[in-house]
């Protein structure tokens, strides 16, 4: 989350990989007369194809009459494929490499993979062949697809030799993956080095979330951002879409709250589907006690006021039995309409809580709370409860929940709930504790560090909109408060990260300008989370090159 959210003024400028360097022979081998070169990467990953030399008339021998050797042809060593995020691996072999050719077919091993085997085909301009179980059913510029081995259901292999490709991986987001690689060798090269890449993501939360509540977004402009996630091998697209501004998806249930501009259920399903066949889970959030301003406009009796009573900002009344009601009835609609594993609960930046005297300014709070929770009871516990109440709302939906840090409140006889993640972003609020003392107690944290991580539009409360410099050159994963990393140690703990837009001045750009900003920040974010080296291999002038060259 971003309102209400102070930073200092002045900010500074910012599974292990095996860095593959280009060790082909970047020069041309010495060959004799008659014999071509075909190099299969040039030293920019780039390819190019050289046809056979044939002996002039003044190489061939008259007087013998000899007749000329056949032209042969010799390979240098591949380099490593040049790719966003960078593969992990990369064996080197000599050979032509492989570029789609006319007739050149993809064929899978299982039906499993037949939507990404027609969705490569179509990219690559090949045709879709369909099932194929024996694998010596593959012609020369084939590209096939297999499941089939363990391990991490998102790495993959890829071999390029004798002409075919085949990607094999023990799950079908691996599969994709590796048909991600080769995308863009193809686009950014022309030829896919000969050799074989073995791959897959140090981290396994790769998320963007976009805030659509308080600026609404077309489904054309998500949808453009789920196939440039896809090609980036991110793996979630988190929707914030109820806030105080707005709240953007229709409603069966409370068709009243829903903002005149808005995406249907339908846009919805077409959005989810989009994304879950780039294997993205889409991550929704209906954010509360707080942030609920759109609701809370189209049912103020349920509005949080303090003693005096003056109304509370996006602050519902959880002391209320209607408040926990209507939450509950949005939470458990639109369970169905995002099927995905994960839910944003949000819990964030309760304005009750930021008062001097929460019991003294909200003694309706401070009553129920010592009913629920006896004498001792207070405020904090009573929202802490509002949390685990709507977790075992969307527990029972099967969903693994997280929520922002500052929802985990200090000091509270009533604890979170055990099984929900933290979503750490900020170390500026009321009480701020350091992201070690989740660790410690065995929490698993993502990672939304503000200082690196969040493009906020019109920059208030001193955010300035972060560069894919500064995240490529100085952010890991495990630094997810300020510049500062966890121990190592926590590594496990720390599940990845998410880029995240947020809306507070919503007319400050256009969503285009939206997709221009984030580009690179997207590009460098999805690296660190591939590949968390902190020392990147590639100097950012190389990287931003690389990225322009892959579109």
Not at 1 to 9: I, T
Not at 267 to 286: D, G, N, S, T
Request: glycine share 12%; net charge negative.
């Amino acid at each position: 989350m971003s309102q209400h959210r102070r930073r200092p003024s002045a900010r500074q400028g910012t599974r292990r990989r095996a860095v593959v360097a280009a060790a082909a022979f970047a020069g041309t081998v010495a060959l004799g007369t008659g014999i071509g070169v075909w190099a299969s990467s040039g030293g920019d990953g780039g390819s190019t194809a050289g046809a056979s030399r044939q002996p002039s008339g003044s190489d061939r021998s008259a007087s013998s009459g000899a007749a000329t050797p056949a032209p042969t042809r010799s390979y240098p060593l591949s380099q490593a494929p040049r790719t966003i995020p960078a593969v992990r691996s990369h064996t080197a072999e000599r050979g032509p490499g492989w570029r789609p050719q006319r007739g050149g077919r993809v064929v899978v091993s299982d039906p499993a993979l037949a939507d990404e085997g027609r969705l490569t085909a179509g990219e690559l301009g090949l045709s879709y062949a369909g099932q194929k179980g024996a694998e010596d059913d593959v012609r020369p510029g084939d590209l096939r697809l297999d499941l089939g081995g363990s391990g991490d259901p998102e790495s993959y292999t890829m071999t390029v030799r004798g002409g075919s490709v085949r990607i094999s991986g023990p799950g079908d987001a691996g599969v994709f993956y590796g048909t991600r690689t080769l995308k863009q060798e193809v686009h950014g090269g022309g030829t896919a080095p000969e050799g074989v890449v073995r791959d897959q993501p140090a981290k396994p939360q790769r998320g963007f979330m976009l805030d659509i509540a308080r600026k609404p977004f077309t489904a054309g402009w998500i949808e453009d951002r789920i196939r440039e996630l896809g090609d980036l091998k991110f793996n979630e697209l988190g929707l914030h879409f109820s806030d105080d501004q707005g709240f953007r998806i229709e409603s069966d249930t409370h068709p009243e709250i829903v903002s005149r501009d808005h995406l249907t259920k339908a846009q919805v399903k077409e959005i989810v589907a989009l994304a879950a066949a780039r294997h993205i889970q889409v991550v929704p959030e209906i954010d509360s006690p707080g942030h609920l301003g759109a609701v809370l406009a189209a049912h103020p009796e349920l509005q949080l006021r303090n003693a005096q009573g003056v109304a509370t900002r996006g602050a519902i009344d959880i002391s209320e039995d209607a408040s926990a009601k209507i939450v509950d009835d949005l939470l458990d609609e639109y369970a169905d309409l995002f099927p995905g594993s994960y839910w944003n609960l949000g819990g964030d930046e309760y304005q009750a809580l930021t008062v001097a005297d929460p019991e003294a300014s909200y003694p309706q709070l401070a009553a129920a709370a010592r009913e629920a929770y006896g004498a001792s009871g207070t405020v904090a516990d009573l929202t802490t409860g509002w949390l685990n109440d709507r977790a075992d709302t969307v527990r029972a939906h099967e969903r693994t929940m997280r929520a922002w840090n500052d929802g985990f409140l200090r000091g509270t006889s009533v604890q979170p709930a055990d099984d929900l993640q933290v979503a750490y972003w900020t170390g500026k609020e009321n009480g701020a504790r350091q992201p070690v003392e989740y660790l410690r107690a065995g929490r698993k944290v993502l990672n939304y560090n503000d200082e690196y991580l969040y493009y906020v539009l019109g920059q208030p409360n001193t955010f300035v909109y972060p560069t894919g410099q500064r995240i490529y050159e100085q952010w890991i994963p495990r630094m997810l408060r300020g510049t500062s990393a966890v121990a190592a140690r926590y590594e496990p703990q720390v599940l990845g990260g998410s880029f995240a837009v947020w809306c507070d001045l919503a007319n400050s750009q256009t969503q285009d300008q939206v997709a221009a900003g984030i580009r690179m920040p997207l590009r460098a974010t999805i690296e660190k989370l591939w590949d968390p080296e902190t020392t990147p291999a590639m100097s950012w002038t190389d990287f931003k090159a690389l990225a322009n060259r892959l579109g």
